[in-house]
């Protein structure tokens, strides 16, 4: 519980749709650029990664009617990350702006200071609200 909103404890680590449908992987750069379909990575290809900061999902996946996040649970759209990212200490002006914005509220989001760095964005990863 953050504010008003409801959260997952982790970022998203789905294989698979909810229907059982598996999510493809292992594209490389340039078929992950050209897919039209849902696909996941692993950030540097490194599994351990994964542990702690979930996959990145395409856009593809993410919007899927299949589904990926758990039961009880939706992809945030931008206006619920909005509210997230000013109840952890960001302007309104600054969350209303487009592109990236923030420095830590990632690391915030998560309770560990460190967690999100200069290369890896909050933005990158997939974090489900409750409905």
């Known amino acids: 519980q953050i504010g008003h909103q409801s959260w997952m404890p982790e970022n998203l680590k789905v294989t698979h749709y909810n229907n ?7 594209l490389d750069n340039d078929a992950w650029s ?3 379909e849902g696909a996941y990575a692993v950030y540097d290809d490194i599994e351990s990664i994964a542990d702690t900061y979930g996959y990145l999902y395409n856009w593809y996946a993410v919007g899927d009617e299949r589904g990926i996040c758990p ?3 939706h992809v945030p ?4 990350f909005m ?3 000013m109840f952890l200490g960001m302007s309104e002006s600054e969350a209303n702006s487009t592109g990236y914005r923030g420095t830590n509220e990632g ?3 998560a309770g ?3 967690l999100f760095h200069s290369c890896i964005h909050v933005e990158l990863h997939l974090f ?3 409905l």
């Open 71 to 73: 039961e009880n649970f």
């Open 128 to 130: 489900c609200n409750a």
């Open 83 to 85: 509210t997230l990212e």
């Open 20 to 26: 059982g449908d598996a999510i493809p992987t292992g």
């Open 77 to 80: 759209s931008d206006e619920e």
């Open 112 to 114: 560990n200071a460190d």
């Open 107 to 109: 690391s915030k989001f």
């Open 34 to 36: 050209s897919t039209e």
